[in-house]
């Protein structure tokens, strides 16, 4: 149970980098610096996602 709690969370955080990555591609100049971490950090969710999952 604490692994689906610990998913679900990590899922909304991903979730909200999503938002925060289209936001900022819709920015009249987007930040390719800030764009480059924020997928960074989406990506690492990603993979401690299917690390749980696969348990």
Do not use: C
Request: charged share 40%; glycine share 0%; aromatic share 2%.
């Amino acid at each position: 149970m604490r692994a689906a709690a610990h998913i679900n969370a990590l899922s909304e955080k991903h979730a909200m980098l999503d938002k925060r990555i289209n936001d900022e591609v819709h920015r009249p100049a987007p930040d390719d610096i800030i764009l480059h971490e924020l997928k960074r950090e989406k990506l690492r969710l990603k993979d401690e996602i299917e690390k749980y999952k696969n348990l």
